[in-house]
C-alpha cells in the first residue's frame, strides 16, 4: 500500500463519519428529527469511534511504510534505525511481542517513532503539535467502551477545559454534538480537521 493510499484512506474514512452524523440529524419538514434521539447518540459515538480506529489504522500503515524505506509524499526519506523486509515484518516490529499496540496513547507513540526513526521524523513534531487533542481522543475513546467513576471524571476534565466552565452532565454524545467556543463548527467537526491535518503533516514530511 503506498503512503498516498493510506492518506487517501484515512482522509475518505473520517469524511464518512462526519456523513455518517449529518445524516443522522436530518429533520423532516416540520423540523422534527427523523431519528429518535436514542439512535443519534448510537450513530454519533459509533461514528466517533470509526473515525478512532481511522487514525489508529493511519498511523499504523503509515510506519510500516516509512520503516520499509518508503519518502514522503514530499520526497523526503526518514533516517530509520531498523530495516524490516516487509510490511508485515513492520507490524510485527511495532507489536514488539504485545498482542495490541495502543496508538492513541500519544506518549508511547512517539517514543516508538524516536526509537525508529531519526528525531522520531516525520511524526514526533505533528503529534506533539496536537498532543492535547490526541490525548482527548483515547480518553473520549475509553469513556465510549466503558463509562465508569474514571472515565466520566476524565472526559468531565477535557469538557471542562474545552468550554473554560464545568459541564454537568455531559456525556460523549453531548459534546460531540455541541459548538466548539473556538471554532465556527461543532466538537466532532474540530477533532476531525485537527486529525486530517495531523495526517497530512506527517505524510507529507
Given at each position: 500500500m503506498s503512503l498516498a493510499k493510506v492518506l487517501g484512506d484515512f482522509k475518505a474514512d473520517v469524511a464518512q463519519c462526519g456523513t455518517l452524523i449529518l445524516h443522522v440529524q436530518q429533520?423532516?419538514?416540520?423540523?422534527?428529527s427523523i431519528l429518535p434521539l436514542i439512535d443519534q447518540k448510537q450513530v454519533v459515538v459509533a461514528s466517533f469511534l470509526n473515525m478512532s480506529i481511522a487514525w489508529e489504522n493511519f498511523l499504523g500503515n503509515s510506519l510500516s511504510e516509512f520503516m520499509v524505506g518508503s519518502k514522503t509524499l514530499r520526497g523526503k526519506k526518514p533516517v530509520r534505525y531498523v530495516a524490516p523486509t516487509s510490511r508485515a515484518k513492520a507490524r510485527e516490529m511495532i507489536l514488539a511481542g504485545r498482542r495490541y499496540f495502543d496508538y492513541l496513547d500519544v506518549n508511547l507513540v512517539r517514543t516508538v517513532c524516536q526509537m525508529y526513526f531519526r528525531t522520531g521524523y516525520p511524526y514526533y513534531s505533528p503529534i506533539s503539535g496536537s498532543f492535547l487533542q490526541l490525548s482527548d481522543l483515547k480518553t473520549m475513546r475509553n469513556f465510549a467502551a466503558h463509562v465508569t467513576s474514571?472515565?466520566?471524571a476524565s472526559l468531565s476534565s477535557v469538557t471542562q477545559r474545552v468550554f473554560s466552565a464545568?459541564?454537568?452532565?455531559?456525556d460523549l454524545y453531548k459534546f460531540l454534538i455541541a459548538s466548539d467556543p473556538a471554532s465556527t463548527g461543532t466538537i466532532f467537526l474540530s477533532y476531525q480537521s485537527r486529525l486530517i491535518v495531523t495526517a497530512e503533516l506527517i505524510?507529507?514530511?
Open positions: 429533520k423532516d419538514a416540520r423540523g422534527k474514571t472515565t466520566r464545568p459541564q454537568p452532565g455531559m505524510a507529507n514530511g
